[in-house]
């Protein structure tokens, strides 16, 4: 069973408005961590924010905040004030901890592009 | 802080030939994970190692592929004989072993097998 769900495969949003990236999620690890990276078209992999299964309040780094919904077992990520820059392909991953595994699971991503 | 180094970043080799690639994690970080990233099948775990112990290699597509990890500064993936499929992005990450702590990617190796 897939464990990262990112049913957007590609999405559009105008420069400076906000845009949600959608991510849910499989898991009966009460432990776990949840990420989002951006893979610009250059290729690298860019780590954005962090959410931890048991953190009370939705993570924010700058422009960047994830809506985390536990019972829904959703980590959406949201954008404010879209920027050109902002185009790339954007990863959710879990990490599940008591598992002992410690990989990290990813979904198969969104490819969001920013129109001026 | 020197972040995931891997080399080479391009590699053209012809089908059959060895193709080795090589990744320098970041210092004190305890695992370390090999991906390949393709259009069709997206970001593929290969395998991860914890402490230069191999943890899981379910990832790896067939024996044709082997990974090593002989110290924790240093881990290469093989690939003999390499096939045309084998042509994909293949991306070295670290991470430490706190579960917060988010994995490092390198700028990955783009590998062409013609």
């Known amino acids: 069973a897939q464990k990262i769900t990112q049913t957007q495969p590609g999405m559009f949003v105008q420069e400076k408005e906000a845009v949600t990236l959608d991510c849910t999620y499989d898991?009966?690890?009460?432990?776990?961590?949840l990420f989002w990276y951006k893979q610009p078209s250059s290729g690298e992999m860019i780590f954005l924010i962090y959410q931890g299964s048991y953190d009370q309040q939705n993570a924010t780094e700058g422009r960047y905040s994830l809506n985390f919904q536990k019972a829904r077992k959703s980590a959406n990520l949201v954008i404010s004030a879209s920027q050109l820059g902002d185009s790339a392909m954007y990863f959710c991953a879990m990490r599940e901890v008591l598992t002992g595994t410690y990989k990290y699971i990813f979904g198969t991503g969104t490819r969001l592009k920013v129109l001026a | 802080d020197a972040g995931v180094i891997q080399s080479p970043r391009h590699e053209v080799t012809e089908m059959g030939q060895e193709v080795t690639l090589r990744c320098k994690p970041i210092s004190g970080h305890d695992y370390l994970f090999w991906y390949r990233q393709t259009m069709m099948r997206g970001l593929e775990l290969l395998i991860y190692f914890n402490n230069n112990v191999p943890i899981d290699d379910s990832g790896m597509p067939e024996d044709r592929f082997s990974a090593k990890m002989p110290n924790a500064s240093f881990s290469t993936l093989k690939i003999q004989p390499s096939e045309p499929r084998d042509s994909a992005v293949y991306f070295c990450?670290?991470?430490?072993?706190?579960?917060?702590?988010?994995?490092?990617f390198g700028d990955g190796t783009r590998l062409s097998i013609l």
């Open positions: 990450a670290s991470s430490e072993g706190r579960p917060e702590q988010p994995q490092h």
């Open positions: 898991t009966s690890d009460p432990s776990y961590g």
